[in-house]
């Protein structure tokens, strides 16, 4: 029996997926999504339509065959395949998206390099200052700037890519960031000089309750934590007055308008002056600062040396407000 001629091979026939010449586009796309959570959102980040995205998705679905994401109304989560190729993706297209500012950095050309750090006041005011002066003094040519930002707004600059690294105090770390602690401050309670608590040497909880509090805004983790640990104690207290700055809460405490509990970062030798000091780690919890990442980002030369700056020793001392030590 003769056998049937082969049909010769079309010229120019596209693979399968033949998407996968340009593989970076749709990564990218799928990348976006899983972190943000959204395919508007993800669209738009990318300055793409959503049909456009939504269609990369699908190729990849297509070619991996299977499910990457659970649709929940406007909510996509990775699914369990989802996640491991997230985990193998996310490096490879952040390094991709950044290889030009790498590479400059790397060859010595700092002159583009670019910094960009979150930070709320009080992180900027007192933890950062020594740092960002040694990295200045060791990276002259690279650009720092410094996002006044709080709470989950920093967090969230963080996510979208609108900084590099966030420098701070995290009560709750989310599952996508990666909290490096590196000092720890006490909590303290600050009066002035003429206050009636100010002759105790040993003041408790229930002895704050007839003083108003100047605290700040109700937005920021602060107050949050004074109310909890009044509330769990069933201690009951009133709020004088709502101020941002510690700077401004220190002022108004010294002006006798109310007595305040703030960190023991905000504090100085100096203040002495015109404070009395009480700590009241008996009953709040410490607070710690260090720096917020997200998880398998890649950080640039510049970001990780400013990170290894962030570590104990990096500045002053505080252990003086750290040690109960009480001033009359």
């Not at 979150?118 to 003094?137: D, N, Q």
């Not at 404070?275 to 990442?293: A, D, H, I, Q, T």
Request: aromatic fraction near 8%; charge should be positive.
């Amino acid at each position: 029996m003769a056998k049937t001629p082969s049909k010769p091979a079309k010229k120019n026939a596209q693979p399968r997926f033949y998407y996968k010449a340009d593989r970076l586009k749709p990564l990218r796309a799928f990348c976006q999504t899983a972190r943000l959570g959204s395919v508007s959102r993800a669209a738009e980040s990318l300055f793409l339509s959503q049909p456009a995205v939504t269609l990369q998705l699908q190729a990849l679905e297509r070619e991996f065959g299977t499910r990457l994401f659970e649709r929940f109304g406007r909510r996509w989560t990775l699914t369990q395949e989802g996640t491991a190729l997230y985990e193998l993706a996310r490096p490879l297209v952040e390094g991709l998206d950044r290889i030009d500012k790498d590479f400059q950095e790397k060859v010595g050309n700092q002159e583009t390099a670019e910094l960009h750090i979150a930070a709320g006041s009080s992180t900027i005011l007192y933890l950062l200052p020594e740092i960002v002066s040694k990295f200045r003094e060791k990276h002259p040519k690279v650009q720092l700037f410094l996002h006044n930002v709080t709470g989950q707004d920093g967090l969230g600059l963080l996510r979208n890519d609108g900084c590099d690294l966030a420098v701070g105090s995290v009560l709750d770390v989310p599952s996508d960031l990666i909290y490096n602690p590196a000092y720890s401050f006490d909590p303290m309670l600050i009066m002035a000089k003429d206050h009636p608590l100010a002759k105790k040497d040993s003041i408790k909880l229930a002895d704050l309750s007839p003083y108003g509090l100047i605290l700040p805004p109700k937005r920021l983790s602060t107050w949050r934590l004074v109310d909890l640990v009044f509330q769990k104690n069933r201690v009951p207290y009133t709020v004088a007055l709502e101020v941002g700055g510690w700077e401004v809460i220190k002022q108004y405490v010294a002006m006798g308008l109310g007595i305040s509990i703030v960190t023991g970062i905000c504090l100085s030798e100096a203040d002495n002056e015109r404070l009395v000091m009480r700590n009241m780690k008996e009953y709040f919890p410490s607070r710690s600062y260090g720096v917020v990442m997200r998880k398998g980002k890649l950080l640039s030369p510049a970001a990780q040396a400013f990170a290894e700056l962030v570590k104990p020793g990096t500045i002053p001392s505080r252990s003086y407000f750290e040690s109960g030590h009480s001033e009359r």
